[in-house]
Nanobody
Framework: QVQLVESGGGLVQAGGSLRLSCAAS????????MGWFRQAPGKEREFLAT????????KYADSVKGRFTISRDSAKNTVYLLMNSLKPEDTAVYYC????????????????WGQGTQVTVSS
């Protein structure tokens, strides 16, 4: 099993920044890659970014490329999502997830999910 705990969400003004953290524990081979997703009310869960634990390779959704940065600290088993230039449309619940498959952008490639953290961007 893999356990994921997100933190760092909150209320921020448009143009501001937040850094989300995701602490991972459990079977390391079950989390070859870590991803961040978000889900706004009434919308489907949306891929944002993913990173390989071993190589640090990354992929981003076009909607956040250049504004969001995913990173990992292997010593702390923690993945981060730095979000800059936040917009009201970034308001959502943000989830981290673990994949044993690799750098995929689809939700079904991720077997383990955190509980989510709310990010609210005010205009």
């Amino acid at each position: 099993q893999v356990q994921l705990v997100e933190s760092g969400g909150g209320l921020v003004q448009a143009g501001g920044s937040l850094r989300l953290s995701c602490a991972a524990s459990g079977r390391a081979f079950s989390r070859n890659a870590m991803g961040w997703f978000r889900q706004a009310p009434g919308k489907e869960r949306e891929f944002l970014a993913t990173i390989s634990w071993s190589s640090g390779s990354t992929k981003y959704a076009d909607s956040v490329k250049g504004r969001f940065t995913i990173s990992r600290d292997s010593a702390k088993n923690t993945v981060y999502l730095l979000m800059n230039s936040l917009k009201p449309e970034d308001t959502a619940v943000y989830y981290c997830a673990a994949s044993s498959y690799g750098l995929f952008t689809i939700t079904r490639a991720y077997e383990y999910w955190g509980q989510g953290t709310q990010v609210t961007v005010s205009s």
